[in-house]
């Protein structure tokens, strides 16, 4: 079993920064991939950013690409998401996740990830 518990959301003025944590304990040996999706308000949750499974190469949703940064500290065991330039529609909850079995193909796919944290939510409003 493997545990996750993101931190560091809050409320931010458009334009602002605000920086995720998720810690991740557990039974994490081996190669894993891990990331961040968002539920906004009404809706589905969606693909934010990831690291593939065994690699240092990350991935973007286009609608933050550019303005999100994922990292990771494995000594620490800390994934984060610095997000910056905010704007009111990144407003969600954020989730970290963590799977050991995902394909490239599938990083998006949100069903296709074993390992959920609680959530932290993310509001942008002036």
């Known amino acids: 079993q493997v545990q996750l518990a993101e931190s560091g959301g809050g409320l931010v003025k458009p334009g602002e920064s605000l920086r995720l944590s998720c810690g991740i304990s557990?039974?994490?040996?081996?190669?894993?991939?891990m990331g961040w999706f968002r539920q906004p308000p009404g809706k589905e949750r969606e693909f934010v950013a990831a690291?593939?499974?065994?690699?240092?190469?990350?991935h973007y949703a286009d609608s933050v690409k550019g303005r999100f940064t994922i990292s990771r500290d494995n000594a620490k065991k800390t994934l984060f998401l610095q997000m910056n330039s905010l704007k009111p529609e990144d407003t969600a909850v954020y989730y970290c996740?963590?799977?050991?079995?995902?394909?490239?193909?599938?990083?998006?796919?949100?069903?296709?990830?074993?390992?959920w944290g609680q959530g932290t939510q993310v509001t942008v409003s002036s």
């Open positions: 557990g039974s994490t040996s081996g190669t894993a991939a």
């Open positions: 690291f593939s499974r065994g690699s240092s190469h990350s």
């Open positions: 996740v963590f799977d050991r079995g995902i394909i490239l193909s599938s990083l998006r796919l949100p069903d296709q990830w074993d390992y």
